[in-house]
């Protein structure tokens, strides 16, 4: 339970936390109190109330948050801090935002889909870390290393990801350069991304000014949604949406930028599996394991739906979120 700590005033002596106010006069607080002090209760995010009333406030002293919240009736936020939607939910398998309520615990960004598992950022190398970006102050993944083996961030395949139905989407501000190019995701831990017939990754090198959305199946190597201006749909320095959706057994793949469609392609083979080479993939390593394709830069938001969405909820997904950061 919190509490008001009284001190004496002006001569008033304070008595088992009060002061009593002799009759016929009154206490006035004029303009500020300048010396005295709130007591408040201190927690973790595992400790808080369990059946918190709204308005109710503590410090929240765990590591990652360590400032004053308060509960609004549906979540704890921080004071200064706003509340947003979470946009489209339906069909989530993996939700990573460290600036939602229970979304960092040190190195570990929370599942908030709780299906494919919370990521230790660090469970590859110790390129990546928790960094606050100064124009948003957002807390992001982060990373500006190129490298050359153990690239990207670890996450579980066959935790309800299905390649052959997904939208991948993400808020990046990209940074650093382009050497080595940027890739955003592989879910295959082969020596080359050929060295199964059923892999899929999302990335770019530096060697060419396309990057790929590339399939695998039973027949063929290469089933690419390839993007030739590469560079200038993907700056350096800036925060921008970043989505791709695919539905392999209808044939067709959509990428977007802000919320709008940059290009379709509707000949994706659909003899594409839904099974993964491996249990493991990575986020943010793009072509393969052995090279240096990792994503250099910082993310807000990392999100994979185990569905199609439509251009309508990319859209909202898109205005939502940065009409919550002044993005």
């Known amino acids: 339970m919190s509490s008001l700590s009284v001190k004496d005033i002006l001569?008033?002596?304070?008595?088992?936390?009060?002061?009593?106010?002799?009759?016929?006069?009154?206490?006035?607080?004029?303009?500020k109190i300048t010396v005295g002090e709130l007591v408040i209760p201190v927690w973790t995010s595992s400790t808080r109330p369990s059946n918190?009333?709204?308005?109710?406030?503590?410090?929240?002293?765990?590591?990652?948050?360590?400032?004053?919240?308060?509960w609004t009736g549906s979540e704890w936020l921080g004071v200064g801090e706003t509340s947003y939607l979470d946009g489209v939910t339906q069909g989530l398998v993996l939700w990573l935002d460290p600036n939602r309520q229970g979304g960092l615990n040190g190195n570990i960004v929370t599942d908030h889909s709780s299906t494919m598992g919370d990521v230790n950022i660090q469970n590859r190398s110790s390129d990546w870390t928790i960094q606050t970006e100064s124009s948003t102050s957002l807390k992001c993944i982060?990373?500006?290393?190129n490298r050359t083996s153990s690239a990207g961030i670890n996450v579980p395949m066959n935790n309800g990801w299905n390649k052959q139905v997904a939208t991948i989407e993400m808020w990046i501000r990209p940074s650093g350069?382009?050497?080595?190019?940027?890739?955003?995701?592989?879910?295959?831990?082969?020596?080359?991304?050929?060295?199964?017939?059923?892999?899929?990754?999302?990335?770019?090198?530096?060697?060419?000014?396309?990057?790929?959305?590339?399939?695998?199946?039973?027949?063929?190597?290469c089933n690419d949604l390839s993007f030739s201006s590469f560079r200038s749909n993907y700056p350096l320095n800036q925060w921008f949406h970043w989505a791709l959706t695919w539905n392999t057994t209808q044939g067709r793949a959509t990428l977007y930028k802000n919320g709008s469609v940059i290009q379709t392609k509707t000949n994706i083979p659909t003899n594409v599996t839904s099974s993964n080479p491996t249990n493991?993939?990575?986020?943010?390593n793009g072509h393969d394991r052995s090279d240096n394709q990792q994503f250099k830069g910082y993310c807000s938001q990392y999100r994979i739906y185990n569905r199609e969405l439509s251009v309508s909820e990319i859209n909202q997904n898109y205005t939502t979120y940065a009409s919550a950061h002044n993005l």
Do not use: M
Request: proline share 2%.
């Open 142 to 145: 982060y990373n500006n290393n």
């Open 11 to 31: 001569g008033l002596a304070s008595y088992n936390n009060t002061i009593s106010i002799p009759t016929g006069n009154n206490l006035e607080v004029a303009d």
């Open 177 to 221: 350069d382009y050497t080595g190019g940027h890739g955003w995701f592989n879910n295959s831990d082969g020596d080359s991304y050929t060295n199964n017939s059923n892999w899929f990754w999302w990335g770019t090198w530096d060697t060419s000014n396309s990057h790929y959305a590339r399939w695998g199946n039973s027949s063929t190597c």
């Open 52 to 70: 918190p009333a709204v308005g109710n406030v503590g410090y929240n002293s765990q590591e990652g948050f360590q400032k004053i919240e308060y």
């Open 280 to 284: 493991t993939g990575q986020l943010f």
